[in-house]
């Protein structure tokens, strides 16, 4: 979506350094008056350096945004140019197994579409009819596949407007994995007994790894469920998987600053089917040279 002129915009922030770490800061966004400027909205950024306000930009009036880190070092930024017309899109999870999605636009469309799809699947797939600017949308994700969904509002002529990603955390189920042994030689075989009360029949990945620094803090649920369906540098995934009360909250801005960017819509709609650059290497690696 945008920053719409008289519609009020959810704005999620990410403050990271050249390796992608986040890092705390604080800001404000400030509107000129005459000589002076008044602060619209103040905000903190802090775990991993994401926060994000309700902001109501107004037509006609000056806006920038200040920006400090946590040594009060200022870091600059610019102020995302504020549109007369535009989309904003709103997602509430209602905690009862449903999505409240919100449409606010200023546009002479009449009619909007909306399409929900995770990992080549459509989920939902409906249009609804704009009153005075404004639609709603009651989803059920209560049978929605675990992980990371994509949710992208098209206007009248079938053009993506706005995109926003939700993520349905996996319930996991408790499994007993008990070694044949309790000792293991450097590289002898090791055997598990796995027992899952709930699945008889079920297949299973097992990492290993040394519990010291060095650890990644990168699982296999991290990876099936985050990291493989985000672009760049996300730290410490695990946590989002940790129980701990705040990382549904910081899971949700996670979504909300890091955008779907596997396709564009454009090629998408166009037809084209985008030309593989490297082959599949099924059967091992694929090595090109010249023996003289």
């Known amino acids: 979506g945008q920053l719409v002129a008289g519609l009020t915009s959810r704005v999620a922030l990410h403050v990271a350094d050249q390796f992608g770490t986040g890092i705390s800061a604080s800001g404000a966004i400030l509107k000129k008056s005459g000589i002076k400027s008044d602060t619209v909205v103040s905000f903190r950024a802090g775990r991993f350096g994401m926060t994000s306000f309700l ?12 920006l400090n880190d946590y040594r009060g070092k ?17 997602v509430k999870d209602t905690l009862s197994g449903y999505y409240k999605i919100s449409v606010a636009t200023k546009s002479e469309d009449e009619r909007i579409n909306l399409i929900i799809h995770c990992r080549g699947k459509v989920l939902f797939s409906n249009s609804s009819k704009l009153k005075a600017g404004k639609a ?22 079938e053009m993506p407007v706005a995109e926003r990603l939700v993520f349905k955390m996996p319930k996991l189920q408790t499994l007993d994995v008990i070694p044949v042994q309790s000792t293991f030689a450097t590289r002898s075989r090791v055997s598990l007994q796995i027992q ?8 299973y990945s097992v990492s290993v790894y040394r519990a010291d620094s060095l650890q990644s803090g990168n699982s296999i649920l991290s990876s099936l469920f985050l990291t493989s369906d ?3 540098n996300i730290e410490d995934p695990d946590y989002y998987f940790s129980g701990h009360p705040q990382a549904a909250a910081e899971l949700d801005l996670l979504m909300l600053v890091n955008g779907w960017r596997k396709f564009k819509w454009s090629e998408v709609r166009s037809g084209k089917i985008k030309p593989i650059s490297f082959l599949p290497e099924l059967t091992g690696h694929l090595v090109e040279g010249q023996i003289v």
């Open 230 to 232: 985000l672009h760049g």
């Open 55 to 66: 902001f109501k930009p107004l037509s006609n009036t000056d806006y920038s945004i200040v």
């Open 136 to 157: 709603e949308f009651l989803v059920d994700h209560k049978d929605w596949p675990d992980g990371i969904s994509h949710l992208t509002l098209f206007d009248t002529e």
């Open 74 to 90: 200022p870091i600059p930024v610019s102020m995302p140019v504020i549109q007369p017309a535009g989309w904003v899109m709103s």
């Open 196 to 203: 899952n009360k709930a699945l008889s029949d079920a297949g």
